[in-house]
């Protein structure tokens, strides 16, 4: 996208969070989030395929970040060790969207349409992790498993990141897989 | 509910997934599923709230045993290997569904309004499943990542089973819980 296309898309971002945050997901239209941005509804539509689009905005920057920083993780490393090393790649993409995501949240969960599209995301992403770790040469089976504990855990950590207000996502990161570590010792 | 509101469901609920395949999900309705049924349409609406719901009856009878079997765990049981146990225990249900599972997947599948339902249902019960930790003296932190990775490891059993098509679905659960513990040996 030029990088005319990525203000634009932005400034629809911020107008869509504000008039959601004012006059509630159902009370807004497509054509007040455009016109609050100063761009026709037509634009909004080249942008985003429907209203709900619009809060799902950041998911295809972070997909493309966690694929890379998987990549990017050294040959030979075993995969769920790997993840936790991407993430960590992947950490400053979420500290950065922060305050979209204070909004969005919120709003997410005033709408199951909304919610429900969120899981769906959450579960691409995994589909996403797993294919990266399949590219690293391992087979479908543990792919799909380490790419689902390694999501839940990411998505753990970020949770009790903006719960207790921490300061420090990559200490959070850290501790959950610690967590996780401990958790799968009774299994002996 | 009394017996012959079950036999209603279960007619019903067998009714919609013939419609359902021979006409699609969206080429069938809650009136063809209540005459296929030999009821009316209002008592449709008694025992399901839209057309969706039907696809997803049996989630009820599915989380009431999955708490049930965490609260039957011997006190003192670490928490994953708590969920692991408690899994042996649904797994009857699991297997008793099978038959409806082979049709309402591909169902599922096709719709993506179904497969966001789907998704909200799963996360519906990781809560569920964290609150019955919690209910075994856990705190939040460490029920929450429980019930996550545990329900991970539980949809992957049931997803290898279905996709092997191998014989036990108890081996299954024994095998990926195997998994899991090897996997996070990298974490050291």
Redesign the interface.
């Known amino acids: 996208m030029p990088r005319d296309g990525r203000v634009v898309r932005e400034r629809l971002q911020q107008a869509a969070l504000e008039l959601f945050s004012e006059h509630g997901y159902d009370g807004t239209t497509t054509t007040q989030i455009a016109a609050r941005a100063g761009v026709t509804e037509r634009t909004y539509f080249r942008h985003f395929p429907d209203k709900r689009e619009v809060l799902f905005a950041t998911e295809e920057e972070l997909r493309d970040l966690t694929t890379t920083s998987i990549a990017n993780v050294p040959p030979g490393?075993?995969?769920?060790?790997a993840l936790?090393m991407a993430f960590h790649g992947v950490v400053p993409l979420v500290e950065r969207s922060r305050p979209l995501a204070e909004i969005r949240i919120p709003i997410i969960m005033t709408a199951?349409?909304l919610?429900?599209?969120e899981?769906?995301k959450?579960?691409a992403l995994v589909t996403v992790v797993a294919a990266a770790l399949e590219a690293r040469g391992e087979t479908p089976?543990?792919a799909?498993?380490?790419a689902?504990?390694g999501m839940?855990?990411f998505s753990?950590a970020i949770?009790?990141w903006n719960t207790d207000h921490s300061g420090d996502l990559h200490h959070e990161v850290d501790e959950?897989?610690?967590?996780?570590?401990s958790?799968?010792?009774?299994?002996?």
């Open positions: 490393t075993a995969p769920l060790l936790k199951p349409a919610l429900e599209r899981y769906a959450a579960a089976r543990t799909l498993l380490t689902r504990v839940d855990a753990t949770r009790r959950v897989f610690r967590d996780l570590r958790l799968t010792q009774s299994l002996d």
